[in-house]
């Protein structure tokens, strides 16, 4: 089984960044990370790890199911109604947004995985080998499985500063190194948390920013494969656009 996680940008542009995980035991290990950029890369970068009948779960942040023309998806007011408070919420999706003018990326990817017999749904049955595709949101995973305050701020924002973002990093790291001895555990992470984020800037931060977004994407695909519907939960259906998160313990 591999866990594939793809921090998939909205446009074209802009990188994605990519993660392999691959199931070793009662856990999975990171294999490596990747930044892509056109759909055509990033479907090769799919296929390449999991050709036809390997069984493989790819996780994606970017909306994969986009159907309203203004506003935002009910998925995303579900979220936020439990995750606003831990500044949670997901960006609102609509397809009136400059980012969707060439079409949602997320649909386009759906499409194209189709074809190599992918299956779309939102939610992960757990211990069923499967190709699936599904959204995810890093953000409110990282609140659920770390149990976090708040989200870390370790994004670019106006007004936030190098060394909030700096602190906010090394934390990141922390956790994910901690993700070892978690249920499932993930390993092979050493080389990747070990990197000098404060020699990193501009598009370098940026690049690995994205392929620390994709392994959190694939280890979400791991924790949903373990848990299911016991500790994850889908906001939204998958006819409207959904989002599929480990929520918190209390929920």
């Excluded at 305050?149 to 956790?175: C, D, F, G, S």
């Amino acid at each position: 089984m591999l866990f594939i996680g793809l921090d998939l940008a909205w446009t074209p542009h802009n990188p994605t960044g990519a993660a392999l995980v691959r199931a070793t035991g009662s856990g999975g290990a990171l294999v490596g990370t990747a930044v892509l950029g056109s759909l055509d890369t990033i479907v090769d970068y799919v296929l390449a790890a999991a050709p036809a009948s390997t069984p493989a779960l790819v996780a994606v942040d970017a909306p994969l199911c986009v159907p309203n023309t203004t506003g935002s998806r009910p998925s995303e007011r579900e979220l936020a109604a439990v995750f606003a408070k831990y500044h949670a919420s997901a960006h609102p999706a609509n397809r009136s947004l400059p980012s969707f003018r060439q079409g949602a990326r997320g649909e386009q990817l759906v499409t194209r995985l189709l074809a190599h017999g992918f299956t779309h749904d939102c939610a992960i049955t757990p211990g069923v080998p499967v190709r699936q595709v599904i959204e995810v949101y890093p953000h409110a995973a990282m609140v659920a499985l770390f149990g976090l305050p708040r989200t870390l701020k370790y994004k670019a924002k106006p007004r936030r500063t190098r060394a909030t973002r700096l602190e906010a990093w090394l934390r990141y790291q922390v956790h994910l190194a901690g993700l070892g001895a978690a249920d499932p555990p993930l390993v092979g992470l050493e080389q990747f948390v070990a990197q000098d984020v404060a020699a990193l800037r501009g598009r370098a931060l940026k690049d690995y920013e994205d392929q620390a977004d994709a392994v959190m994407c694939a280890y979400i695909a791991m924790f949903g494969f373990r848990w299911g519907g016991a500790r994850c939960r889908t906001f939204g259906t998958l006819a409207q656009g959904y989002i599929y998160t480990p929520v918190p313990s209390a929920m």
